[in-house]
């Protein structure tokens, strides 16, 4: 596609539910990377695919939370029994280079309201 | 805590005057961006700067990187309603590549 895709464009999950966010980068791009914008903050930093390998994960807040990209295209955050401060809105970003280089293009987020 | 200090938070000016917005830290970075934000959209790529002290402009757009590499600015002359949204500074260390760590942005709103 011409840009980075993702869906569900919003979701709202009980607490306790299991979530499931796609990322579809654009086309060939090596890099991605998942971030996390709480409302009135900048995103922060979760996790970063290179292909297919998940080099970095250091900024998953917890074990609930799990990524994935197994062919090294499409991209899945996963988000196990969803708790209130999960609410946020999830980034998804990707670049041509390697290590993310080159420039950085992000998709519109996935908006999860946890009730 | 964020690593990155973006001031002010909040901005609100008439069409036509100018604006400044700093980021502030006290860790250097080899490479700091900004990038502008609309409502129900990701984060669009404005600049990268790479080099301290160096200045880019982009139409009524001037940024600056310190010397240090620990600090840039965003000024905007004759800013325009098309100028408003959330202005995120972002910084980059070694070999993380784009693992960029993000300011908390400065909401910026234009009034006609």
């Known amino acids: 596609g011409a840009g980075v895709s993702q869906s569900p464009r919003y979701k709202v999950a009980k607490r306790g539910q299991d979530v499931a966010l796609r990322c579809d980068p654009i086309?060939?791009?090596?890099?991605l990377f998942w971030y996390q914008q709480a409302l009135g903050q900048g995103p922060e930093f979760l996790t970063y695919f290179q292909n297919e390998a998940q080099l970095d994960k250091s900024g998953l807040p917890s074990d609930r939370f799990f990524a994935e990209r197994p062919e090294g295209s499409v991209s899945t955050l996963k988000i196990q029994r969803t708790q209130q401060e999960d609410s946020a809105v999830y980034l998804c970003a990707s670049s041509l280079g390697d290590r993310g280089r080159g420039e950085l293009f992000f998709g519109e987020g996935s908006r999860l309201t946890v009730l | 805590t964020q690593l990155l200090e973006q001031s002010p938070q909040f901005l609100s000016i008439q069409e036509g005057e100018n604006l400044t917005v700093y980021c502030n830290s006290s860790s250097v970075f080899s490479s700091l961006q900004w990038y502008r934000q609309e409502p129900g959209e990701g984060p669009v790529l404005l600049v990268t700067v790479v080099t301290g002290g160096e200045v880019k402009k982009l139409k009524r757009l001037t940024f600056q990187f310190g010397d240090a590499r620990k600090d840039s600015s965003l000024h905007i002359t004759a800013a325009q309603p098309g100028d408003t949204g959330l202005y995120l500074c972002?910084?980059?260390?070694?070999?993380?590549?784009?693992?960029?760590?993000f300011g908390g942005g400065t909401r910026v709103l234009v009034k006609p």
């Open positions: 972002a910084g980059a260390q070694g070999a993380a590549g784009n693992k960029l760590t």
């Open positions: 086309s060939g791009h090596v890099s």
